[in-house]
């Protein structure tokens, strides 16, 4: 299976991405966007960000591998007129000199090939145009992982992990210090940020796993995967409890990434 090939159920995956909607607020403050500017919007999922942006900016493009996310986002945010989507991988873009800048926030870890983004989002951009990338990075969140790698290897769910391969790709300061040079544009920040991940109950926490680790949870048949995440849920929390309030807490890593076309 690759990144384009996973069915995301967009509604789901809108109701309980709070995290990624606060994450990417503040990655729009810091593009600091004039509303003479064209801007894309790389995996743009159910398009609140997209829409946002287009409160701020002359025009924005959403673009995203997944059907599904791209048919809510036409439906939930069509009616307005500076912005539009399209069902496409951001390894394959074909752009060429339109954006003044481009935003990507939490999608980069679901995509093979880094340096064929890269290359693209180069030649899509207009000379000065500016990236800024958040994506997770290598540890991010880790004790989730040990939760999810505890369930899955008990003998009610080890048979359907046979074939698994672990799919997303944390990236380092490492690789895009390298990636950015080969691609030609001029990095301008790279840096390495820990958040804490705060979901209001374990229902929240159950339902950002339901709606995004669509890998694993593809692998079990569809009438178990409410099981599958309890499991995963109980067991994370007896590692790491709620706090006094009931919310929960997952350690995140992220790399967040600013860079320039020259
Ligand atoms: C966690 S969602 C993030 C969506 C949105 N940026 C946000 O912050 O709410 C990850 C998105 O990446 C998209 N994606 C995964 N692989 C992709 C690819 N190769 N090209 C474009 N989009 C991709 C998925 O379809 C999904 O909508």
Request: charged share 20%.
């Given at each position: 299976m690759n990144s384009t090939s996973f069915h995301w159920d967009a509604a789901d995956y809108a109701a309980n991405s709070s995290a990624q909607y606060q994450w990417g607020c503040e990655l729009i403050a810091r593009l600091a966007l004039r509303d003479s500017e064209n801007v894309l919007d790389l995996g743009c999922g159910d398009g609140k960000l997209t829409a946002l942006m287009a409160q701020q900016a002359h025009t924005v493009t959403g673009i995203d591998a997944s059907p599904q996310m791209v048919a809510l986002a036409q439906r939930r945010w069509g009616g307005m007129r500076n912005m539009a989507f399209a069902c496409v991988d951001a390894q394959q873009l074909t752009f060429d000199g339109v954006f003044d800048a481009v935003i990507s926030n939490s999608v980069l870890h679901w995509v093979p090939n880094h340096p064929a983004v890269l290359a693209g989002l180069r030649r899509a951009l207009k000379p000065g145009g500016r990236v800024l990338l958040q994506m997770p990075a290598s540890g991010n969140c880790a004790q989730f992982i040990e939760a999810v790698d505890r369930v899955r290897a008990m003998p009610r769910w080890r048979p359907f992990f046979r074939a698994f391969r672990f799919p997303w790709r944390f990236s380092t300061e490492c690789d895009y210090t390298r990636w950015l040079d080969e691609s030609g544009l001029a990095t301008q920040n790279i840096?390495?940020?820990?958040?804490?991940?705060?979901?209001?109950?374990?229902?929240?926490l159950a339902g950002w796993m339901r709606s995004t680790w669509l890998p694993y949870l593809q692998c079990v048949p569809s009438l178990n995967r409410v099981a599958f995440v309890e499991s995963v849920v109980d067991d994370y929390l007896c590692a790491v409890p709620t706090d006094a309030q009931g919310r929960t807490h997952v350690e995140m890593v992220r790399l967040e990434v600013a860079a320039e076309r020259a």
């Amino acid at each position: 299976m690759n990144s384009t090939s996973f069915h995301w159920d967009a509604a789901d995956y809108a109701a309980n991405s709070s995290a990624q909607y606060q994450w990417g607020c503040e990655l729009i403050a810091r593009l600091a966007l004039r509303d003479s500017e064209n801007v894309l919007d790389l995996g743009c999922g159910d398009g609140k960000l997209t829409a946002l942006m287009a409160q701020q900016a002359h025009t924005v493009t959403g673009i995203d591998a997944s059907p599904q996310m791209v048919a809510l986002a036409q439906r939930r945010w069509g009616g307005m007129r500076n912005m539009a989507f399209a069902c496409v991988d951001a390894q394959q873009l074909t752009f060429d000199g339109v954006f003044d800048a481009v935003i990507s926030n939490s999608v980069l870890h679901w995509v093979p090939n880094h340096p064929a983004v890269l290359a693209g989002l180069r030649r899509a951009l207009k000379p000065g145009g500016r990236v800024l990338l958040q994506m997770p990075a290598s540890g991010n969140c880790a004790q989730f992982i040990e939760a999810v790698d505890r369930v899955r290897a008990m003998p009610r769910w080890r048979p359907f992990f046979r074939a698994f391969r672990f799919p997303w790709r944390f990236s380092t300061e490492c690789d895009y210090t390298r990636w950015l040079d080969e691609s030609g544009l001029a990095t301008q920040n790279i840096i390495t940020v820990h958040k804490d991940m705060c979901h209001d109950s374990p229902m929240s926490l159950a339902g950002w796993m339901r709606s995004t680790w669509l890998p694993y949870l593809q692998c079990v048949p569809s009438l178990n995967r409410v099981a599958f995440v309890e499991s995963v849920v109980d067991d994370y929390l007896c590692a790491v409890p709620t706090d006094a309030q009931g919310r929960t807490h997952v350690e995140m890593v992220r790399l967040e990434v600013a860079a320039e076309r020259a």
